[in-house]
T-cell receptor, first 114, second 110 residues
Framework: DVKVTQSSRYLVKRTGEKVFLECVQD?????MFWYRQDPGLGLRLIYF???????EKGDIPEGYSVSREKKERFSLILESASTNQTSMYLC?????????????FGSGTQLSVL | GQNIDQPTEMTATEGAIVQINCTYQ??????LFWYQQHAGEAPTFLSY????GLEEKGRFSSFLSRSKGYSYLLLKELQMKDSASYLC???????????FGPGTRLSVLP
């Protein structure tokens, strides 16, 4: 089975801090995604990547950046954390070219910005 | 624009059947997915429809009508462990990503 691992389950940071959320997948998937999940809003796409060193903005990229230096690792960076970035962050990966490109999710990182 | 709509909450009794509806308006369509998410856990894949009709997988079935922009997830013989949120998502090729609905929280009562 595909395993998507997020480095932290819970994280508490202060306003203005730089925050790194790490995600690693072990099945050689080309596609990787970062979502945030908020009650009543569902999952919203922040950034995605279809290849190493490639990144595309999703629906809500403001205040975030990403890095994909290796195929298996996709990092989400909050340059200067703000309280409205308190959320559950979910990383996902999928196989390019599959007939049903289902997503495999990590367990999520619950980030609280104080 | 892109929009997916689902009921926010549903309640059903153990052993019963429940239908969770999903309506969508997206730019481009390349398949509709249902995911299950237990509280505090990652979403997991349940089903995929790309053609009209019913896909059955054990106690779970999913239906799609592309002309109506409509899908439903049918859960039979409900069990307590089915209490979870159910997420409807459309793979939109034009946008090259998944668009998720807000999720339906299902509570199964004894």
């Amino acid at each position: 089975d595909v395993k998507v691992t997020q480095s932290s389950r819970y994280l508490v940071k202060r306003t203005g801090e730089k925050v790194f959320l790490e995600c690693v997948q072990d099945m050689d998937h080309e596609n990787m995604f970062w979502y945030r999940q908020d009650p009543g809003l569902g999952l919203r796409l922040i950034y995605f990547s279809y290849d190493v060193k490639m990144k595309e903005k999703g629906d809500i990229p403001e205040g975030y950046s990403v890095s994909r230096e290796k195929k298996e690792r996709f990092s989400l960076i909050l340059e200067s954390a703000s309280t409205n970035q308190t959320s559950m962050y979910l990383c996902a990966s999928s196989l390019e070219g599959a007939t049903n490109e289902k997503l495999f999710f990590g367990s999520g990182t619950q980030l609280s910005v104080l | 624009g892109q929009n997916i709509d689902q009921p926010t909450e549903m309640t059903a009794t153990e052993g019963a059947i429940v239908q969770i509806n999903c309506t969508y308006q997206t730019s481009g369509f390349n398949g509709l997915f249902w995911y299950q998410q237990h509280a505090g856990e990652a979403p997991t894949f349940l089903s995929y429809n790309v053609l009209d009709g019913l896909e059955e997988k054990g106690r779970f079935s999913s239906f799609l009508s592309r002309s109506k922009g409509y899908s439903y997830l049918l859960l039979k013989e409900l069990q307590m462990k089915d209490s979870a949120s159910y997420l409807c998502a459309v793979w939109s090729r034009n946008g090259q990503n998944f668009v998720f609905g807000p999720g339906t929280r299902l509570s199964v009562l004894p």
